[in-house]
């Protein structure tokens, strides 16, 4: 079974641009969620979806949206790109939503994004 | 919000046991998590713990779980130069949907 997918692997941008991930998950998963990875931060959650319905955020500010398709897949975007954006932006996904008999995320290789 | 801590740092030797600790703040916490990071990748998940139990082994993996301090700790047994990485641990079930919340994470050197 294919694991998580996520494209571009890598992106290099400039200040005020905006920017599209995508991730694939797992076949049969429903939920994806996505974080942000940075050196400063660390591991923070951005947000997650489940059949194609936004089902909770983390604290980001409104340039950051994403959505979720009928097939699962799931994009992020962040508009007018910041310095600060720059990050390993990680996508997990598991089997249905809320933690039930174990459910376990399952996460991508991420999209390193560097913005110049 | 909840928080999770963890050391920055830990150095063992080829062949001898590693512990990783972790401390949480949200005793709704449900599962607990961890996970391994190497270099440019992505996260592994190791294993996880509900929060009923106390212990978890699976194959080098002990997992111990002390609910009443809030901490949670990942021992490697026999601890290989390949296990080098950066460990992360993660809470999930405090709030609705599957959200983690991951402590730094500790980088492990595995010296030969």
């Known amino acids: 079974k294919a694991g998580v997918t996520q494209t571009p692997r890598y992106l290099i941008k400039t200040r005020g641009q905006q920017v599209t991930l995508s991730c694939s998950p797992i076949?049969?998963?429903?939920?994806v969620s996505w974080y942000q990875q940075t050196p400063g931060q660390g591991l923070q959650f951005l947000f997650e979806?489940?059949?194609?319905?936004?089902?909770n955020k983390g604290n980001f500010p409104g340039r950051f949206s994403g959505r979720q398709f009928s097939n699962s897949r799931s994009e992020m975007n962040v508009s007018t790109l910041e310095l600060g954006d720059s990050a390993l932006y990680l996508c997990?996904?598991?089997?249905?939503?809320?933690?039930?008999?174990?459910?376990?995320?399952?996460f991508g290789p991420g999209t390193r994004l560097l913005v110049l | 919000g909840e928080d999770v801590e963890q050391s920055l740092f830990l150095s063992v030797r080829e062949g001898d046991s590693s512990v990783i600790n972790c401390t949480y703040t949200?005793?709704?916490?449900?599962?607990l998590y961890w996970y391994k990071q190497e270099p440019g990748a992505g996260l592994q998940l190791l294993t996880y713990?509900?929060?009923?139990?106390d212990m978890k082994q699976d194959q080098r993996l002990t997992v111990l779980l002390n609910k009443k301090d809030k901490h949670l700790s990942l021992r490697i047994a026999d601890t290989q130069t390949g296990d080098s990485a950066i460990y992360f641990c993660?809470?999930?079930?405090?709030?609705?949907?599957?959200?983690?919340?991951f402590g730094g994470g500790t980088r492990l050197m595995v010296k030969p």
């Open positions: 997990a996904s598991s089997l249905d939503w809320g933690f039930s008999d174990g459910e376990t995320q399952y």
């Open positions: 076949s049969g998963h429903r939920s």
């Open positions: 979806y489940f059949s194609e319905t936004q089902r």
């Open positions: 949200d005793s709704s916490s449900t599962y």
């Open positions: 713990i509900f929060s009923n139990m």
């Open positions: 993660a809470s999930g079930g405090a709030n609705a949907g599957n959200m983690l919340t």
